[in-house]
């Protein structure tokens, strides 16, 4: 289906930056922020983006996005799925040749996301606040090209995703990333653990915060 390039979106910014997180770390990436999320995850780092915003067409975005020159593209938020019009966005940059990856908190059904889009979908640990909004139905629509995202928080956090991960077998599924949230987890243990579990997942930090720390548009 043809994307609606007039279909109206709330932006809360458009940023050229180095992809921090993902099997993509490392790439320069143009990210487009999407205003509003209906989680209140406690350790949340972009509260700046569930107000305000500017509204734009699609086709707007797709203007200011050629403009950095660069075809690798992140669609984040806030939680982009939350706006309906975010599917016309998806699909309008895939049909416009960009490498296209959406950040989601695995909340919000992505069975129709463009099947050219790299999904990276959270499922939420308990200290997060929001384990009880996981959408475990959208398990069954990641493909191998997709990437489930776990942020943990503590080593209960830990213990819960090990679980999930064995459980559910879904290293079997697709690439499974485990990442400490920044001031509350030690990177170190978190590693350790990982190693002496054995688990089949990607260890993360958050390379865009060591490079420059929590800086908005960075």
């Known amino acids: 289906m043809a994307a609606d390039l007039a279909a109206k979106l709330r932006i809360t910014e458009i940023f050229h930056s180095i992809q921090g997180e993902s099997s993509r770390v490392g790439l320069p990436t143009v990210f487009v922020r999407l205003t ?3 989680l209140r995850c406690v350790w949340c780092d972009t509260e700046y983006a569930f107000n305000g915003g500017q509204t734009s067409d699609v086709a ?3 203007k200011r996005v050629a403009e950095f020159g660069c075809k690798t593209v992140c669609v984040t938020g806030g939680e982009p799925l939350a706006q309906k019009p975010c599917l ?3 699909t309008a940059l895939c049909d416009a040749g ?3 990856s959406l950040e989601t908190s695995g909340a919000l059904d992505i069975s129709e996301v463009d ?3 790299a999904k990276i979908m959270d499922l939420k640990a308990p200290d997060s606040g929001e384990s009880a909004r996981n959408c475990w139905e959208n398990i069954d629509h990641l493909a191998t090209t997709d990437e489930l995202k776990f942020v943990l928080s503590s080593e209960s956090d830990y213990q819960w995703a090990r679980g999930v991960v064995h459980d559910r077998q879904l290293d079997q599924r697709c690439p499974i990333l485990f990442s400490p949230v920044q001031g509350k987890l030690d990177p170190a243990r978190l590693a350790d653990w990982v190693l002496r579990d054995r688990l089949p997942v990607r260890f993360q930090l958050q390379l865009h915060k060591v490079l420059w720390g929590s800086v908005a548009g960075r």
């Open 36 to 38: 509003g999320c209906p």
């Open 98 to 100: 960009y490498s296209v």
């Open 60 to 62: 707007a975005v797709l």
């Open 88 to 90: 016309d966005l998806l």
């Open 115 to 117: 099947a050219r889009v």
